[in-house]
């Protein structure tokens, strides 16, 4: 009886497919082999399994399943196939190339593959993820790795983890020509460069609330950059905050609402 139920049941997964290519036949196709995948797992071999898994293996779900399976075992040649093939797939959602070189990574780290593991790191990175930058210096001497640092920063130059790897380096002096470049950041990082550059850290925040001002225009930018004030003032500059705010009061008399919120925090 419950035999003939879950072929019906399997009849009807079937009959639901889509031969469209859209992305929502797609979608509705990968769910309803999640659903059948679920019926197998719960029932049959990890044998059996597997066998559906390869069967669907262009489904990336079913790909990754099969990595897993491998990885578990230990077999690790067998998953530098499947994330290669993985990887030569033309269509496939944003990400999942990704996902196949962190399996590939994982392989490698198992086979002791140290400049496969380098290249997979590095190009982790250069996509965007952090957690790959420790892995990448761990593969590195400490006589190699100033001059692959420099190599990686500059292909870093405009990701968001430029400004995270300065800083985890206390590289001080690109982290003030950051902050030059974008003022607003240095209430942010005032506290990693201030000993070497107390007197341009100063000037920054200075120049930076300066910039706010001049484009503020109602009570809750006013707020903000009272907040910034404190900042400056708790970084260490107390004098030159009470100077700033006394500047503002003067360039901005027809500015009430800014006068107040200045007025609350002066000290």
């Known amino acids: 009886m419950y035999d003939a139920i879950e072929e019906q049941f399997k009849t009807l997964i079937h009959s639901m497919e889509s031969t469209s290519d859209g992305w929502n036949a797609q979608y509705l196709n990968t769910e309803l082999k999640q659903i059948e995948l679920h019926l197998l ?35 690790y040649e067998k998953v530098l196939q499947l994330t290669a093939d993985g990887l030569q797939q033309d269509q496939q959602p944003p990400g999942i190339a990704n996902m196949w ?65 300065i800083v ?28 070497q550059y107390y007197e341009e850290v100063c000037a920054l925040f200075i120049d930076a609330i300066a910039i706010d001002a001049q484009s503020s225009t109602n009570r809750k930018k006013y707020k903000s950059i009272c907040r910034s004030i404190n900042v400056m003032r708790n970084a260490g500059y107390a004098v030159e905050a009470e100077r700033l705010i006394a500047d503002l009061l003067q360039t901005y008399p027809k500015r ?6 200045l007025k609350s925090i002066m000290k």
Not at 55 to 68: A, G, L, N, P, V
Not at 168 to 195: G, M, V
Not at 256 to 261: L, N, S
């Open 256 to 261: 009430p609402a800014f006068i107040e919120e």
């Open 101 to 165: 070189k962190r399996y590939a990574f994982i392989a490698h780290q198992h086979l002791g593959h140290t400049e496969e593991m380098r290249e997979l790191a590095l190009e982790l990175l250069q996509k965007g993820e952090y957690d790959y930058y420790k892995e990448f210096k761990a593969l590195h001497s400490t006589e190699q790795w100033p001059e692959v640092l420099e190599e990686l920063l500059k292909s870093l130059a405009n990701s968001h983890l430029y400004v995270r790897i």
């Open 41 to 75: 797992q719960n029932k049959y071999s990890s044998k059996e399994v597997e066998a559906f898994l390869e069967k669907h293996i262009e489904d990336y779900h079913m790909r990754e399943q099969i990595i897993k399976f491998a990885i578990n075992r230990g077999e």
């Open 168 to 195: 985890e380096e206390q590289q001080t002096k690109r982290i003030l020509d950051y902050c030059k470049e974008k003022p607003s950041q240095i209430e942010h990082y005032h506290q990693y460069i201030k000993e």
